[in-house]
């Protein structure tokens, strides 16, 4: 069973704990502004626009794991840089106010997917989003960054 928690900072608190367990969490987040609804109603193909945010632990695990310090080596070699809790902390903000928007890759068997990036002169910051339909939720999957285009 998932525990809902009030916000981003609860969350990363609670999956960073050494207490959890694995334990499922997560929170939700303020709705998509309008036209950036549309853009990600386009890129996945559907007409609904009133699209709920939701962040898991399943997806900070993952980027933290897969994408965090951790593997800072991995992520040097691919030409990216590692991702750090400031960085989900700021992905809220970011979600609502994307550089580009686009379909992502869906696994076979999976929800279709939708690519929102951040572009900065530090680089640019992608976070994958899974849509599920029954819910009309949009989830994180994961996150990296990108380096700068030299």
């Not at 080596?73 to 970011?94: F, H, N, S, V």
């Not at 279709?112 to 949009?138: F, H, S, Y």
Request: proline share 7%; with cysteine.
């Amino acid at each position: 069973m998932s525990q809902e928690v009030a916000n981003l900072p609860a969350l990363l608190t609670l999956t960073a704990s050494p207490l959890n367990r694995g334990d499922k969490a997560f929170c939700r987040l303020q709705a998509l502004p309008l036209l950036v609804a549309r853009e990600v109603a386009a890129a996945l193909g559907t007409a609904v626009v009133e699209l709920n945010l939701l962040i898991d632990s399943d997806g900070i695990r993952h980027t933290l794991a897969q994408h965090g310090v951790a593997k800072a080596k991995a992520e040097m070699a691919r030409g990216q840089i590692p991702i750090i809790e400031t960085d989900l902390l700021d992905l809220a903000e970011w979600l609502h106010q994307p550089t580009a928007v686009c379909a992502g890759q869906a696994k076979p068997g999976k929800q279709p997917r939708v690519e929102m990036q951040w572009k900065t002169p530090a680089g640019t910051t992608v976070a994958i989003m899974e849509w599920r339909p029954g819910r009309q939720q949009l989830a994180l999957v994961t996150m990296y960054k990108k380096k700068p285009a030299a």
